[in-house]
């Protein structure tokens, strides 16, 4: 009970209570049904052998199967020893043996990318943010990195038009994508999503994860859900943070909280173990700490 009480305490959503069904504008969306063990690569290695003993698993109690469902419970975490404490606020992930340093002490501009095959060839890990125009993007990568206008920021959705590298402590990279959805862009600028970004995904053995930012303030979006649904279907490991966390409602719309709920609703459907999900603003600097530790233990696993 009271890693559930944990999370209904969000004031997002009942996860024990049988899913409502998605709308039919947005079912077909997911027309997948895949689980995602963990939302991270990892290097491939060989298995290791299981004893007789081992393999004769013991049936999980109702603590451990409502996280295996709802929590993201990192490598290295016995689902049966998940508790409150290990599990960041404002978010379903558990904290797990893998979290280490997460301050960023440095943070340098790399280069811009017009083609995937022209990005940094070096080794080191990387997170990818990606979003819909206008969802906050470059805002949070300032954020991240405590330094302002690192990311261009602009009043103008769809400036991002390359893929721009960042190198953090000289060890990781964070990697800001073009944003997608934004019709009105000059047909001069506008970036082909479909073709450019979609190469960097499907040929980027660095990639570690990738950040899919989701605006709180306003109600699911079906091109943010096509664009979880390509993710998910082509195995790239995602966590969804939830921007603009801080926004009021607008005077006949719902509260973050309440558009959050909804989204993860129509993910529920698609997913027998919920993909990690953070709540952030670049406003306030809710989630920024979390989000860091999130991503140092995906890193350092996708390093072992």
């Known amino acids: 009970m009271f890693l559930r009480n944990r999370l209904l305490s969000l004031n997002l959503t009942s996860f024990s209570s049988p899913p409502s069904p998605p709308t039919k504008s947005l079912s077909f969306l997911f027309s997948f049904n895949k689980t995602i063990a963990y939302s991270t690569r990892k290097r491939p290695h060989p298995k290791p052998k299981v004893s007789a003993s081992r393999a004769a698993?013991?049936?999980?109690?109702?603590?451990?199967r409502f996280a295996k469902t709802v929590?993201?419970?990192?490598?290295?975490?016995?689902?049966?020893e998940v508790t409150d404490e290990m599990i960041l606020p404002g978010s379903n992930i558990v904290l797990g043996p893998y979290a280490g340093h997460s301050q960023i002490k440095e943070v340098e501009f790399v280069k811009s990318s017009g083609r995937a095959k022209d990005?940094?060839?070096?080794?080191?890990?990387?997170?990818?943010?990606?979003?819909?125009?206008?969802?906050?993007?470059?805002?949070?990568?300032?954020?991240?990195v405590r330094k302002k206008e690192v990311a261009l920021t602009s009043k103008k959705p769809g400036k991002t038009q390359l893929i721009n590298h960042f190198l953090v402590n000289k060890s990781w990279y964070i990697v800001d994508l073009p944003g997608y959805g934004f019709a009105r862009a000059p047909d001069a600028a506008r970036t082909d999503w479909s073709s450019f970004t979609k190469g960097y995904f499907l040929n980027r053995e660095t990639l570690v994860a990738a950040l899919l930012l989701i605006d709180a303030s306003v109600p699911p979006q079906r091109i943010d859900l096509d664009c979880a649904n390509w993710l998910g279907r082509n195995n790239i490991p995602m966590t969804f943070v939830f921007t603009k966390c801080d926004k009021m409602k607008a005077s006949?719309?719902?509260?973050?909280?309440e558009n959050i709920r909804d989204f993860q609703e129509l993910i529920r459907e698609n997913y027998r173990q919920h993909p990690p999900w953070i709540m952030t603003s670049s406003v306030t600097g809710l989630?920024?700490?979390?989000?860091?530790?999130?991503?140092?233990?995906?890193r350092n696993?996708?390093?072992q």
Request: aromatic share 6%.
């Open 287 to 298: 989630g920024r700490d979390e989000l860091l530790l999130h991503m140092s233990q995906l």
């Open 71 to 80: 929590l993201f419970v990192p490598p290295g975490v016995d689902l049966e």
């Open 119 to 144: 990005c940094p060839k070096d080794d080191r890990p990387e997170f990818a943010i990606l979003g819909r125009s206008n969802v906050g993007k470059s805002s949070l990568i300032n954020a991240l």
């Open 301 to 303: 696993y996708w390093d």
């Open 57 to 64: 698993k013991q049936p999980l109690s109702d603590r451990a």
């Open 252 to 257: 006949k719309g719902k509260r973050p909280d």
